[in-house]
């Protein structure tokens, strides 16, 4: 986080992005999206403080199924850090990978997730990330019939307004094996095949 601060990144939510496609706010010149997903424990007890600490902002994508297990968030500490700044997205019910289930399935889980956290007084959950990154064309309108206004997804890139608010892309960081490096790495091939992807027509 350091880093990207150091870079002059500013962290910024879902929600942000999406006024800001509609003209009702102004982002940062460089603006970023923190996720995590799976909602484990440690996104309270480490990332919260984290973030905290630097004024900065991130989403965290709970499996409501979950929520409470040993190991994962519980209610009162997702209510707690919405309370402090970071945004609560749905990362479906069970993560079963939706690809393979018929769109009714598909719609239970995104519904049911959704509908869950808002009766648990979590507030309204409009953005969505896809078990294992993966997703179908088909599940696009059952996510606005939803009530969804935004997903994430696996593919690798950066985001525009013109970037399909279903399919917003992202930038992977595993638990990074050369330290820093390997994350400062990560940014600057995303950046670079942003401006060139299209040029190379390779993925990265
Ligand atoms: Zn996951």
């Not at 690798?156 to 330290?179: D, K, Q, S």
């Amino acid at each position: 986080m350091d880093e990207l601060r150091a870079q002059g990144y500013e962290t910024i939510s879902v929600l942000d992005f999406l006024r800001a496609k509609k003209g009702k706010q102004t982002l940062p010149e460089k603006a970023v999206i923190v996720t995590l997903d799976d909602g484990y424990k440690d996104n309270y007890t480490d990332m919260l403080p984290i973030m905290e600490s630097r004024g900065m902002k991130a989403t965290v994508f709970m499996v409501t199924n979950d929520i409470g297990l040993p190991g994962y968030l519980t209610w009162d500490m997702l209510r707690d850090m919405q309370e402090r700044g970071i945004e609560i997205g749905s990362h479906t019910a069970n993560h079963m990978a939706l690809t393979t289930m018929p769109p009714e399935d598909v719609k239970a889980e995104v519904q049911l997730s959704k509908t869950l956290l808002e009766w648990n007084k979590v507030k309204t959950v409009f953005a969505l990330s896809y078990p294992n990154g993966k997703y179908r064309d088909y599940m696009l309108p059952i996510l606005k019939e939803t009530e969804y206004l935004a997903a994430v997804t696996g593919d690798p890139g950066l985001n525009t307004f013109e970037t399909n608010p279903y399919l917003l892309r992202r930038i992977n960081i595993p638990r990074p094996y050369f330290g820093l490096t390997e994350f400062k790495l990560r940014i600057w091939k995303a950046k670079i095949f942003a401006r060139f992807g299209s040029l190379l027509n390779q993925q990265y």
